[in-house]
């Protein structure tokens, strides 16, 4: 078992550099100052956007971009932060819109309104630590005989994220014995160390029921797909709504890019997980890009969207599972406490999991098919927590 930390008393010192325009521009500020990194020291492809003199913008200069194309820089933080951008912008048939990206994941995307006061946009994630390559361009530029529409940026504004619980208080171990049950009424008096139940459908005094009796639990959520029945349904729009989920009506792919939509989303559920009481969090679905998801999503945007869903529930002190996903367990598990996976001895999958095995964290295997005595002594022998469950997942459980 982890201790939590508390916070850090010790002011932070964040230290930025962003590259541009071929030289490399350094600003210091402490945890009390925001850091502002001027946009003028962005690049961006001549003909697309210029810097301009503007007495109203911090640095009596702004960037303003007209084209299509993106304005550019690396930041280097050496401690989680959130971004703002600082914009205003001018309309023709319609405002300009902004679309700001880091390391290709978009955080940000919204229509700029009013061209004489300056907007202060908010990114949804909090940036961790490290090397990240921002981007931001004007989505729609258009130009009449009459008008240009244009987009005026001041600056980027990194101000150094409130502290918070540095991984989890609990993270099962191997081998531990559990349950998983997220239709009918949970039942209390099953023998197991660890209970994976719905996080909407239990209610915090089943959690706190479940403690009394020495048990962990961890909340299911849908993390990469949309579920017509669930209370926060209005708040997906459709755009980012992609195709059907075989096998389930009604449940749909998301567009995993766009955590400027879910990333907000995604939190509150996690804000509603530790409210509850629950000592981890199994986010499900959290491989579409190995799907007909019915947007072209890669690798790379998975692994950028799992790694986000990861950090935060470690800034709520949540430990969280790595669900199926195998072809990038190796690339995840650093980011991942434990994992759980679906019939990985059924298919002959489970070496894909070893990289968890490997590094002393528990896996946990359901397997809906197949004799219990075949599958729990090589699921024994490699450490894996293994049990027979039906599809609905109700109370009914085989262990090893």
């Known amino acids: 078992m982890t201790a939590r930390r508390g916070p850090q008393v010790a002011a932070l010192v964040l230290v930025v550099a962003i590259l541009a325009a071929g030289a490399l521009v350094v600003a210091r500020a402490d945890s009390e100052r925001d850091t502002v990194l001027q946009a003028e020291r962005l690049r961006v492809a001549a003909g697309s956007g210029h810097v301009v003199r503007d007495a109203s913008a911090g640095g009596r200069r702004a960037l303003l971009l007209t084209g299509g194309a993106t304005a550019r820089g690396r930041v280097r933080l050496p401690g989680a932060a959130r ?5 205003r912008g001018t309309p023709c048939a319609g405002a300009p819109r902004i679309l700001v990206a880091v390391d290709g994941a978009r955080v940000l995307a919204t229509a700029v309104r009013g061209s004489r006061r300056w907007s202060t946009l908010a990114a949804a994630p909090t940036l961790r630590a490290g090397t990240h390559t921002v981007t931001l361009r004007l989505r729609n530029p258009r130009r009449t005989n009459r008008c240009r529409r244009s987009l005026r940026v001041d600056r980027l504004v990194l101000a150094a994220a409130p502290p918070a619980a540095v991984g989890p208080a609990w993270s099962p171990a191997p081998g531990i014995s559990w349950q998983w049950q997220l239709t009918g009424t949970i039942d209390l008096s099953v023998d197991a160390a660890l209970y994976d139940v719905d996080l909407v459908d239990t209610p915090a005094a089943t959690v706190a029921a479940l403690h009394d009796r020495g048990r962990h639990v961890v909340c299911y959520l849908d993390a990469g797909t ?7 349904a209005a708040a ?8 059907d989920v075989e096998g389930w009506p009604g449940e749909r792919w998301l567009d995993i890019r766009r955590l400027d939509v879910l990333g907000p989303i995604l939190e509150r559920r996690l804000d509603l997980c530790r409210a509850k009481g629950f000592d981890g969090v199994e986010p499900d679905n959290v491989d579409a890009y190995a799907n007909a998801s019915g947007f072209p999503l890669t690798g790379a945007d998975q692994l950028a969207f799992n790694r986000f869903v990861a950090a935060a529930a470690h800034a709520r002190g949540l430990s969280v599972g790595l669900k199926n996903d195998l072809d990038q367990a190796a690339a995840l598990e650093p980011a991942f406490d434990w994992a759980l996976d679906e019939q990985c001895f059924q298919y002959h999958e489970c070496d894909a999991l070893q990289p968890f095995a490997r590094a002393g964290k528990a896996v946990l295997i359901a397997e809906y098919e197949g004799d219990p ?7 024994r022998a490699a450490g894996f927590s293994a049990i027979r469950k039906r599809l609905p997942l109700d109370a009914w459980r085989q262990a090893c």
């Open 83 to 87: 971004l703002t951008v600082v914009a």
């Open 236 to 243: 997906f729009p459709d755009a980012v709504l992609g195709a």
């Open 226 to 232: 949309y579920e017509p029945g669930r209370p926060d």
């Open 373 to 379: 005595s075949a599958f729990c002594p090589p699921a």
